[in-house]
């Protein structure tokens, strides 16, 4: 396996900040996810002291809703995006003011609408109009007024992003055509005050001219869009999704080149629209290398030429390692210390499912294991938990442990069997009438 740069993480082999992998397995159990909450701060502040200082940051909880985690990013003056009520109650829950707070994403309930406007958030991202209709009837029944933006569509595309979301059909934003003609029709929203425009290309960006090309179109058609406009927009998100390196041959984003080459792009903007905030919002980049993913072998064996090390945690846990699409190695160690003169081996690194896409980690090279051995997959503070099949075979959510020094909190319990069964217990429905058909 290729040598990845583990010094970049500051996290090695034996302990998260100054606890030791072998005494938090033996504390809670394994699986489990841990943070270290000073990564997370180093990796922040280093984005927000690199980065040209007009632009703003939020943080897209979706990456890593956990509560705990939102407030150490938010008392770092980053903001918070949310996609669900859920996550919007987390938001608030983690320290965040409704200021602070912006809302996206397609199939937005009336519920959700109902809160946004009741608390009055920053802005409600709007992903069509007639989702604008309804925002602005929400509005109308409480006699708020409610600020959004539009999120748009462009007709550009990103080339350069690992998943595009944009410039093609998608079930995200709007045409940037329907857009611009809705411009012309902001009278027939009267609750509603257009507050900014929000583009989001795609994920895991790891070249800094994908990043500046992007701005650079999105800067360009909020300078259209404000054109049109009577008053300036108070801000623009030009999205994110700026990625980290997981698999060999990735490098990480040089973000020197990606602040000088947005430095005059923002100056620019900035000269010609004062009062215009910029934002970006990131998920990956902020928490990824925060985490590590600690699983025990549980068993060894060998399969027609092959050594297997099945752990008590796999891809229920940790789906970005087992690969959707492609299926590439994380980084990843046996953790605890290391003895001298061991010889190494190439282990397949499984979970304990009964389907062979249970693989988190391929050939991978490893000094040679024992049952018992604690196994960590790196750079895993993103799409942890939330994006994995965790009720497969009924195991449930793994435990989560926030690292400050030498403390150690446990920032969510682990869904053992008795949650499992309590969530199935038979309730009889008590059937409603059709009549109305709308489903809130
Ligand atoms: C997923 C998502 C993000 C975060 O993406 P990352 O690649 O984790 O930074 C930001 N904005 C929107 C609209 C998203 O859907």
Redesign the pocket.
């Given at each position: 396996m290729h040598q990845f740069n583990f010094e970049t993480t500051a996290l090695h082999a034996q302990q998260i900040e100054e606890v030791t992998y072998l005494r938090l397995a033996k504390s809670i159990g394994t699986p489990f996810y841990a943070y270290s909450c000073a990564q997370l701060k180093h990796d922040l502040q280093k984005l927000m002291s690199t980065m040209p200082e007009e632009l703003n940051f939020?943080y897209?909880l979706?990456?890593n809703p956990n509560m705990s985690l939102v407030n150490v990013i938010h008392q770092q003056g980053v903001g918070c995006?949310v996609?669900s009520l859920t996550e919007l109650e987390t938001a608030l829950c983690a320290g965040a003011s409704a200021r602070d707070i912006i809302f996206?994403?397609p199939g937005k309930s009336d519920s959700e609408l109902a809160r946004c406007v009741d608390l009055g958030i920053k802005a409600v991202?709007v992903e069509s109009l007639g989702e604008l209709q309804r925002l602005e009837t929400m509005a109308a029944q409480t006699g708020k007024s409610q600020a959004f933006a539009f999120?748009i569509n462009p007709n550009f595309t990103s080339e350069k992003a690992r998943?595009v979301?944009s410039g093609k059909p998608r079930q995200?934003g709007i045409d940037e055509d329907v857009v611009i003609n809705a411009l012309n029709h902001l009278d027939r929203y009267p609750h509603l005050t257009l507050a900014g425009i929000?583009v989001?290309l795609?994920?895991?960006?790891l070249l800094a001219e994908a990043v500046i090309d992007n701005t650079r179109n999105i800067l360009s058609l909020a300078e259209h869009i404000e054109a049109k406009l009577s008053h300036p927009l108070s801000f623009v998100d030009i999205?994110?999704?700026?990625?980290i390196p997981y698999y060999p041959k990735e490098q990480f984003l040089d973000l020197d080149a990606t602040a000088q080459g947005l430095a005059p792009l923002i100056t620019q903007f900035q000269a010609n629209h004062p009062d215009t905030r910029l934002i970006m919002?990131?998920?990956?980049?902020?928490v990824?290398r925060a985490g590590i993913f600690v699983t025990t072998v549980r068993d060894i064996k060998s399969s027609k030429g092959k050594t297997f090390a099945i752990c008590d945690g796999g891809s229920n846990c940790h789906g970005a390692a087992a690969g959707i699409a492609i299926r590439k190695n994380f980084p990843i160690k046996r953790l605890g210390a290391a003895s001298d003169a061991e010889h190494s081996e190439d282990y397949m690194i499984t979970g304990p499912l009964c389907t062979p896409t249970d693989l988190i980690g391929n050939a991978v090279t490893l000094p040679q294991l024992q049952v018992g051995d604690l196994i960590g997959v790196f750079h895993s503070g993103?799409?942890g938990p939330t994006a994995s099949p965790v009720n497969f075979l009924s195991f449930g959510q793994p435990a989560e442990v926030l690292i400050d020094g030498d403390t150690a909190i446990q920032i969510r319990q682990p869904e053992h069997l008795k949650h499992v069964l309590a969530q199935q217990l038979p309730m009889p429905v008590q059937l409603v009438s059709a009549t109305h058909s709308a489903v809130k």
């Open positions: 939020l897209s979706k990456a995006e996609c996206v994403g991202v999120r998943l979301m995200f929000h989001y795609g994920t895991r960006i999205g994110g999704g700026l990625g919002e990131l998920g990956r980049y902020i990824a993103a799409y």
